[in-house]
Structures are given as structure tokens and as C-alpha cells.
């Protein structure tokens, strides 16, 4: 019994960690998409031909998700400090 116990708590708290670098990783992950969507966005943006309008608009688009998941992020990262 203790052995199990043992065996399951051990793997629990593996997974868990590993769960705890995912997030890490994916929040990352997201704010450097970010970064580089609103890069993209300002210097499309300032073109001056259709083409560069148009690519403006679809990153428009692409930020919204983006700029949702790094307010997302940062709330849980305040509340998790509080």
C-alpha cells in the first residue's frame, strides 16, 4: 500500500511539472508571436501600395487572439502572485 502511495504521489507531482514548463513554453511561444505580428503590422502598415493595406488587415485580424491570450496571461500571472 505505502509503495503505491509512493509510486503515485512521485508521479503526480512529475506531471505536474512538466505540465507547470509547458505553460511556460506555450506562454512564451505566444508572446513572441505576438511581438513579431505587431512588427509585421507596423511595417505593413506603412505602405503605401493595396497589397501592404490589405496584409495590414489580415494581421488585424491574426492580433486579436494574440492580444486575448496576453491579457489572459497576465492576469493569471497577477492573480497567481497575489
Do not use: H
Not at 35 to 56: M, P, Q, Y
Amino acid at each position: 500500500m505505502s509503495s503505491t502511495v509512493t509510486t503515485t504521489t512521485i508521479s503526480t507531482v512529475t506531471a505536474a511539472s512538466a505540465f507547470e514548463n509547458l505553460g511556460q513554453v506555450l506562454t512564451l511561444a505566444a508572446i513572441v508571436m505576438l511581438v513579431i505580428a505587431l512588427l509585421a503590422r507596423e511595417i505593413t502598415g506603412s505602405a503605401t501600395g493595396d497589397l501592404g493595406r490589405r496584409v495590414a488587415r489580415g494581421l488585424d485580424i491574426a492580433l486579436m487572439p494574440l492580444i486575448v491570450s496576453f491579457g489572459v496571461v497576465v492576469a493569471l500571472s497577477n492573480a497567481s502572485l497575489g
